[in-house]
């Protein structure tokens, strides 16, 4: 992908004039360069080249757009060649300035998108009966299967190895960690054999890594899971995120569990807000990707034995460091979320959820049973057991308040217990910065990579204008008014470009900044899901946009013939104002009829929050 700010140093670099009058003769008026337009038949000129705003625009048909669109439009270019062709031309090096992992990156993805395919279409073939049997003694559909994408890996040394050998991505699938060399001679071997494989994908839905259920009696570890990769950090990812994020938005709420099946089985029926770690912690990443799929409140549904009280201990000191409002569920002994869903239902799931208690109420509640009236000897015991959980709360607020409601259920006072739930051994300094090589220590930031600028939120009816195409990307080709070239923001143009390449919508928005990818999801949340009505909303938004653009040329010829001499008489260049203003009168009043809602008291669609 270009980084979208050496598009926008391509466009400060091009010149617009100079690139749009090898096509079109131009001649200057005031600020600006007017010509006949290139795109329709005219005789007066009505096509404008504004080079302080970087845009060009035509009144007569409406085309507008900067250098990149010019050259996408004149020549027929797809936008990745247009500004490539321009980044040539004003010496722009892109791939110099392209991320050095994005490559390898391309290559993980592709890999791992032939490897999940492969393993899925094994899983419903003959060689996948005794994985598909174990699926249905588990209760999981096929419906579900097909879902979260399950496959089977056989008991083939090579299998995938030999396929990918013949595709030319070995070496890709070493990265991946799906293959790994032979020892002792040459070739490769198949990393995951005998075992039902688990897609782990990003929230966007494509996969990055897998998990391995072992099955049969072939030894090996029962879960075996993907190295981490340039595409796939554990510490960053949940499993199931991918299905359940919508559900997480709806409910303001997940559930988190610790195993892939929990996940899938609680799915399978019908609480579909739950997600599972690929890692034993949970970590800021984690916590921040909850976040952005609206999570207000986080359900930890473990086991109901000492492993499930001991997780819940392990995860509560980034909790709590967060200040995020948990809630803990402990299912019955001898139950795992997977078993108890398949036989109390979603409803016996709900009910578990709804008596879940805080986090600091189950965790006192588990450490000092007793409370206050607990013997000293309890109190110093539990206190040991909540040491890790304070040692992860910073100086401030979030430490202060666990401190007092320590207190209060210890029966101690507040001022000795810093002190008593201090770590007893010291947390371990960091290491010292590598010395240069002349053996000084380098300057503080020194050979760091220099920090991209922050990308700027997209305007929220042109992410309204993307998440249509990526729904339905035939839609562009209903566009009445080419509203595509009123798109200002460049990570919206560079997602739609793919998007309409054919890469698909996971593709499309797995590289995009976070920004954009927030504002996609809103609009996708809010706009119908297919067919006649998501094309009713596309028109709808096309429409606006080329309004909002009519209006801002109408205030271009306002302020125009105001700064036009003898702009009292009419002239030949204020005649042409005139008769432009005209017809964008026209074009706007027929633009607000189209809009206007057919029924009466009913709203226009898709007013952006």
Same mark, same amino acid.
């Given at each position: 992908?270009?980084?979208?700010?050496?598009?926008?140093?391509?466009?400060?670099?091009?010149?617009?004039?100079?690139?749009?009058?090898?096509?079109?003769?131009?001649?200057?008026?005031?600020?600006?360069?007017?010509?006949?337009?290139?795109?329709?038949?005219?005789?007066?000129?009505?096509?404008?080249?504004?080079?302080?705003?970087?845009?060009?625009?035509?009144?007569?048909?409406?085309?507008?757009?900067?250098?990149?669109?010019?050259?996408?439009?004149?020549?027929?270019?797809?936008?990745?060649?247009?500004?490539?062709?321009?980044?040539?031309?004003?010496?722009?090096?892109?791939?110099?300035?392209?991320?050095?992992?994005?490559?390898?990156?391309?290559?993980?993805?592709?890999?791992?998108?032939?490897?999940?395919?492969?393993?899925?279409?094994?899983?419903?073939?003959?060689?996948?009966?005794?994985?598909?049997?174990?699926?249905?003694?588990?209760?999981?559909?096929?419906?579900?299967?097909?879902?979260?994408?399950?496959?089977?890996?056989?008991?083939?040394?090579?299998?995938?190895?030999?396929?990918?050998?013949?595709?030319?991505?070995?070496?890709?699938?070493?990265?991946?960690?799906?293959?790994?060399?032979?020892?002792?001679?040459?070739?490769?071997?198949?990393?995951?054999?005998?075992?039902?494989?688990?897609?782990?994908?990003?929230?966007?839905?494509?996969?990055?890594?897998?998990?391995?259920?072992?099955?049969?009696?072939?030894?090996?570890?029962?879960?075996?899971?993907?190295?981490?990769?340039?595409?796939?950090?554990?510490?960053?990812?949940?499993?199931?995120?991918?299905?359940?994020?919508?559900?997480?938005?709806?409910?303001?709420?997940?559930?988190?569990?610790?195993?892939?099946?929990?996940?899938?089985?609680?799915?399978?029926?019908?609480?579909?807000?739950?997600?599972?770690?690929?890692?034993?912690?949970?970590?800021?990443?984690?916590?921040?990707?909850?976040?952005?799929?609206?999570?207000?409140?986080?359900?930890?549904?473990?086991?109901?034995?000492? @492993?499930?009280?001991? *997780?819940?201990?392990?995860?509560?000191? /980034?909790?709590?460091? !967060? &200040? %995020? +409002?948990?809630?803990? =569920?402990?299912?019955?002994?001898?139950?795992?979320?997977?078993?108890?869903?398949?036989?109390?239902?979603?409803?016996?799931?709900?009910?578990?959820?709804?008596?879940?208690?805080?986090?600091?109420?189950?965790?006192?509640?588990?450490?000092?049973?007793?409370?206050?009236?607990?013997?000293?000897?309890?109190?110093?015991?539990?206190?040991?057991?909540?040491?890790?959980?304070?040692?992860?709360?910073?100086?401030?607020?979030?430490?202060?308040?666990?401190?007092?409601?320590?207190?209060?259920?210890?029966?101690?006072?507040?001022?000795?217990?810093?002190?008593?739930?201090?770590?007893?051994?010291?947390?371990?300094?960091? @290491?010292?910065?590598? *010395?240069?090589?002349?053996?000084?220590? /380098?300057?503080?930031? !020194? &050979? %760091? +990579?220099?920090?991209? =600028?922050?990308?700027?939120?997209?305007?929220?009816?042109?992410?309204?204008?993307?998440?249509?195409?990526?729904?339905?990307?035939?839609?562009?080709?209903?566009?009445?008014?080419?509203?595509?070239?009123?798109?200002?923001?460049?990570?919206?143009?560079?997602?739609?470009?793919?998007?309409?390449?054919?890469?698909?919508?996971?593709?499309?928005?797995?590289?995009?900044?976070?920004?954009?990818?927030?504002?996609?999801?809103?609009?996708?949340?809010?706009?119908?899901?297919?067919?006649?009505?998501?094309?009713?909303?596309?028109?709808?938004?096309?429409?606006?946009?080329?309004?909002?653009?009519?209006?801002?040329?109408?205030?271009?010829?306002?302020?125009?013939?105001?700064?036009?001499?003898?702009?009292?008489?009419?002239?030949?260049?204020?005649?042409?104002?005139?008769?432009?203003?005209?017809?964008?009168?026209?074009?706007?009043?027929?633009?607000?009829?189209?809009?206007?809602?057919?029924?009466?008291?009913?709203?226009?669609?898709?007013?952006?929050?």
């Amino acid at each position: 992908m270009i980084p979208e700010h050496k598009i926008e140093e391509i466009l400060e670099r091009v010149d617009l004039v100079g690139l749009i009058s090898r096509h079109v003769e131009l001649k200057k008026a005031g600020r600006e360069y007017k010509g006949r337009c290139p795109f329709h038949q005219e005789k007066t000129p009505s096509f404008y080249v504004v080079p302080e705003k970087r845009f060009y625009f035509c009144h007569g048909c409406r085309a507008s757009g900067d250098a990149v669109s010019f050259v996408q439009r004149y020549l027929g270019k797809t936008f990745v060649d247009a500004v490539k062709d321009l980044a040539r031309e004003v010496g722009v090096d892109i791939e110099a300035a392209q991320d050095p992992t994005a490559k390898e990156r391309q290559q993980l993805k592709e890999v791992t998108d032939l490897a999940a395919e492969h393993f899925r279409a094994l899983l419903w073939q003959d060689e996948g009966r005794a994985a598909r049997t174990y699926l249905a003694n588990r209760g999981v559909s096929e419906e579900t299967a097909q879902a979260f994408g399950l496959g089977w890996a056989p008991n083939a040394w090579s299998q995938l190895a030999d396929k990918l050998t013949r595709s030319g991505m070995i070496e890709w699938a070493v990265n991946a960690g799906l293959v790994q060399r032979r020892n002792n001679s040459d070739g490769y071997y198949d990393f995951f054999r005998s075992r039902l494989m688990i897609p782990i994908r990003a929230p966007e839905g494509r996969p990055i890594a897998f998990g391995g259920r072992l099955m049969g009696a072939e030894e090996g570890p029962k879960y075996l899971n993907s190295k981490e990769s340039r595409l796939y950090n554990k510490s960053e990812t949940l499993y199931g995120m991918d299905q359940a994020r919508d559900e997480i938005r709806k409910r303001k709420a997940a559930i988190l569990v610790e195993g892939y099946f929990d996940c899938i089985g609680l799915h399978q029926v019908g609480v579909r807000h739950a997600v599972a770690l690929c890692s034993t912690a949970i970590t800021p990443g984690h916590l921040q990707l909850l976040r952005r799929a609206e999570a207000q409140q986080l359900v930890l549904l473990l086991d109901g034995d000492q @492993a499930g009280i001991n *997780a819940v201990e392990r995860l509560a000191g /980034p909790l709590l460091a !967060a &200040g %995020a +409002a948990a809630r803990v =569920a402990l299912l019955p002994q001898g139950d795992d979320p997977d078993t108890f869903a398949r036989r109390e239902g979603a409803d016996g799931v709900e009910r578990l959820l709804q008596n879940a208690q805080p986090l600091t109420s189950h965790i006192f509640a588990s450490v000092l049973p007793n409370g206050a009236q607990a013997s000293f000897e309890e109190k110093m015991a539990a206190l040991e057991r909540l040491k890790p959980m304070a040692a992860q709360l910073p100086l401030g607020l979030v430490r202060s308040a666990f401190l007092n409601a320590v207190g209060g259920h210890f029966g101690l006072p507040v001022g000795d217990l810093e002190a008593a739930l201090r770590p007893s051994k010291p947390a371990p300094k960091p @290491a010292p910065a590598p *010395a240069a090589s002349n053996g000084q220590r /380098p300057a503080p930031g !020194a &050979g %760091a +990579a220099p920090k991209p =600028a922050p990308v700027r939120p997209p305007d929220a009816m042109e992410a309204f204008y993307v998440a249509a195409t990526l729904r339905e990307p035939r839609l562009v080709a209903r566009d009445p008014y080419r509203a595509c070239d009123e798109l200002s923001h460049t990570g919206l143009r560079v997602v739609l470009a793919q998007a309409t390449s054919g890469s698909g919508t996971e593709d499309a928005l797995f590289e995009a900044a976070e920004p954009v990818k927030r504002a996609i999801d809103v609009a996708l949340r809010q706009l119908p899901e297919g067919g006649a009505a998501l094309e009713q909303a596309f028109l709808t938004i096309c429409r606006k946009l080329t309004l909002r653009r009519v209006e801002e040329q109408l205030r271009y010829i306002e302020k125009a013939m105001k700064q036009t001499p003898g702009a009292s008489e009419l002239t030949e260049e204020t005649k042409r104002l005139l008769v432009e203003r005209s017809a964008l009168f026209a074009l706007q009043t027929r633009i607000k009829e189209e809009l206007r809602p057919s029924v009466p008291g009913t709203k226009a669609p898709l007013q952006p929050v």
